[in-house]
């Protein structure tokens, strides 16, 4: 799998977080730190799936997921911990977690596998 195929939706989803937790109790925070980050991730994957049209690899992308997720990870996990709240601290923790996992995985593994030509 590609690391756009994952952070594009995975962008979207804190995008859409954030618009959500603004609606329900106004909250300025989550508005600025979903739709900032999640924005951002969205940035992230155009460039990695641009880069992969051209059969190259985008680092600089593959290393701001790579920051944003383990960020989101340090933050939302620290807020469960003092919280114990499963929405949105941990959800949002758990999947960050995961994503950095899988940065981490196609970065020891060289970014996106580009496939041979086809003659």
Avoid: W
């Amino acid at each position: 799998m590609h690391d756009f195929c994952f952070t594009i939706p995975y962008g979207l989803i804190l995008v859409g977080g954030g618009v959500v937790g603004y609606a329900k109790k106004g909250s300025m925070a989550s508005l600025g730190g979903g739709v900032g980050t999640g924005l951002v991730l969205i940035l992230a994957g155009y460039l990695s799936l641009k880069a992969f049209e051209k059969r190259k690899n985008s680092y600089l992308a593959l290393i701001l997921e790579t920051v944003i997720a383990a960020t989101l990870t340090l933050v939302m996990g620290q807020r469960y911990f003092q919280t114990s709240k499963i929405m949105p601290a941990g959800i949002v923790a758990g999947i960050s977690a995961l994503m950095t996992a899988f940065y981490l995985y196609k970065i020891a593994n060289g970014g996106n596998h580009i496939p041979p030509k086809a003659e």
